[in-house]
């Protein structure tokens, strides 16, 4: 009997680095652009990484869409955030609707938006919404698994296919967003669970989210801690974390990244839920990281944590915590000053100075 591998195995097994080649061929013209080297800083690696990842003469981000995932957790009946749980529905209608924050910023750096219901409590209708429930909302982690293993397998392939819709409508650089109440709770306790940490090592992962009081965030760790203490989810599974005590947003996102990197296209991160669920693609397939761009340094505690695992650098320091996939449209901005720097900026040679004479001055 021959086996066939499933998507989920086929997407990692297409997963390859990207091309150091074309990277060294990015720096060495960066370098020879008339300038002192590597003065643009992080432009300058955005756009050497950017020539790897797509590998053809001209760096091209025109077309990108923030893809938005709205899911809702169980957890909040144990009082682990300041809002209820039908804001996650209320809001992912505003981002439709082009009145919440990602909106407005995609709209303003000419990014479409890709809103897609895959784990909302309640059943939304909206003209511009993708629907992929997986179910509705994760089990309260506190007293029982978020997921099943399968259905995380779903929620993982969801965000394969998301890519592929993305990708056959021509985008070149996507983010990834989130609307859902509680997931900052849930992404503590997946980053606790791949980090093997247990009772008393959970706070320093653990933020506010939407404005805790001290004694709510000092409820906000217990609740974490006994989800673990609970659940005991294996650091060397991704998805036994992920089914254990994640979100159906992260198990999502963990696929949108997966795919992104299978189809070479370059991914933005957002916030703190974003960057956990990088962290799982990049246990999953370690070439992943190549195709990763964080955009800002959340405020969220546990962001420097996730961001210091995946070793990437943070071009925008802002004190964001919004979420939704805010943070995305603004490194889309940035992408495009590194490609303008990258093709229109002149060369020591076409612009006359001899580098000898170059040689002469300290900058």
Aim: aromatic fraction near 4%; glycine fraction near 8%.
């Amino acid at each position: 009997m021959s086996f066939q591998a499933s998507p989920l195995e086929r997407v990692l097994q297409e997963i390859v680095p990207a091309a150091a080649d074309y990277h060294k061929v990015a720096t060495q013209r960066l370098d020879a652009l008339v300038k002192p080297p590597q003065s643009l800083g992080h432009l300058e690696t955005i756009a050497a990484r950017l020539m790897a990842i797509q590998q053809q003469p001209v760096i091209s981000v025109d077309k990108r869409c923030v893809i938005v995932l709205a899911a809702d957790n169980g957890v909040v009946a144990e009082g682990v955030s300041s809002a209820p749980q039908t804001v996650t529905a209320l809001q992912t209608i505003n981002i439709l609707n082009g009145l919440a924050g990602v909106s407005v910023l995609a709209r303003q750096f000419s990014s479409d938006l890709m809103v897609v219901d895959v784990g909302v409590a309640s059943d939304l209708v909206h003209p511009n919404l993708i629907q992929r429930k997986i179910r509705a909302s994760t089990g309260n982690i506190a007293r029982e698994p978020a997921l099943t293993r399968d259905e995380v397998i779903k929620a993982l392939e969801t965000g394969l296919d998301l890519v592929r819709e993305a990708r056959d409508q021509g985008y070149k650089v996507l983010g990834v967003g989130e609307m859902g109440i509680g997931n900052t709770t849930t992404s503590s306790a997946v980053l606790a669970g791949l980090l093997g940490l247990g009772p008393g090592q959970v706070e320093l992962l653990v933020g506010r989210g939407a404005g805790l009081s001290d004694a709510d965030f000092c409820h906000k760790v217990s609740v974490i801690e006994q989800a673990l203490q609970l659940h005991q989810p294996d650091q060397n599974d991704v998805l036994d974390v992920l089914a254990k005590v994640g979100g159906l947003d992260l198990a999502t996102m963990t696929g949108v990244y997966l795919g992104a990197a299978a189809s070479r296209l370059p991914v933005v991160m957002d916030g703190f839920i974003s960057v956990v669920a990088a962290l799982c693609a990049v246990r999953l397939a370690p070439s992943v990281r190549d195709y990763l761009f964080a955009s800002h340094q959340s405020y969220e505690r546990g962001y420097a944590v996730a961001i210091r695992e995946l070793n990437l650098p943070t071009p925008l320091q802002l004190d964001m915590r919004l979420g939704e996939g805010s943070g995305c449209p603004l490194l889309f901005a940035l992408m495009d000053a590194a490609a303008a720097i990258y093709h229109n900026m002149g060369t020591f040679s076409s612009g006359g100075i001899d580098l000898a004479y170059t040689e002469e001055i300290t900058f």
